[in-house]
């Protein structure tokens, strides 16, 4: 079956610009996951979705970082006001209900010029 | 602070030869870890998984290894092959709230000489 997709697969914005990032999780996963992965290091946590709701977004770095999931499957992270610290991949992550293995997608290359 | 990390940035073999990849997390209420492998411009894929009740756990040529006492886990990758170059990452899961986030260590880049 189709894995985890995101979209775009690289964005280069400029300084001060929004931008959406969208992620496609796997059919039936009730759970997504957001991470943040700069060059050499490993993947950060962002904010997790249960449904509809983010159950835990501890890990957005400031209030520019907003993300939704109205329906239960895709999902969008907002950045406002980007900024070059911004740069980076960033992944997303489903999983089934529960504690167990999440398959991630390929990332969006976000570079902000 | 707390954190999952790996004692070596790099690790190069020969094609054929054993792997073993090694970590240290600081957590010890963390119940369970994930092995994943990461190649240029992929997301991590996933490897093999262990929870805390466990201390071994075999998959196809891939060994991991618990060890709660010193907080350590290793990979072992018998008879490594050119596919096997890649970054690998310990991640380590800590309930929180009913959230599965994981936390990632730096990673290892394995190198398979031919």
């Known amino acids: 079956g189709a894995g985890v997709s995101q979209t775009p697969s690289n964005k280069v914005t400029e300084k001060g610009k929004y931008v959406e990032l969208r992620c496609d999780p796997i059919?039936?996963?009730?759970?997504l996951y957001w991470y943040r992965q700069s060059l050499g290091q490993g993947p950060e946590f962002l904010i997790y979705f249960q449904g509809t709701g983010a159950a835990d977004d501890s890990g957005l770095p400031n209030d520019r970082f907003f993300a939704v999931r109205p329906e239960g499957s895709v999902s969008t992270l907002k950045i406002q006001r980007t900024e070059r610290g911004d740069s980076a991949v960033y992944l997303c992550?489903?999983?089934?209900?529960?504690?167990?293995?999440?398959?991630f997608g390929p990332g969006t290359r976000l570079t902000v010029t | 602070g707390e954190s999952v990390g790996l004692h070596l940035p790099t690790l190069s073999v020969q094609e054929g030869d054993n792997s073993i990849i090694n970590c240290a997390y600081s957590n010890s209420a963390s119940d369970y870890f994930i092995w994943y492998k990461q190649e240029s411009g992929k997301g991590p894929q996933f490897i093999i998984d262990i929870r805390s009740n466990m201390d071994k756990r075999q998959g196809q040529r891939v060994t991991v290894l618990l060890n709660k006492t010193v907080k350590h886990l290793s990979l072992q990758i018998a008879a490594t092959q050119p596919g096997d170059s890649a970054v690998y990452f310990c991640a380590e899961s800590r309930p929180q709230g009913g959230s599965e986030k994981l936390v990632f260590g730096k990673g290892t880049k394995l190198t398979v000489n031919p």
């Open positions: 059919s039936g996963h009730t759970a």
């Open positions: 992550a489903s999983s089934e209900q529960g504690p167990g293995e999440q398959y």
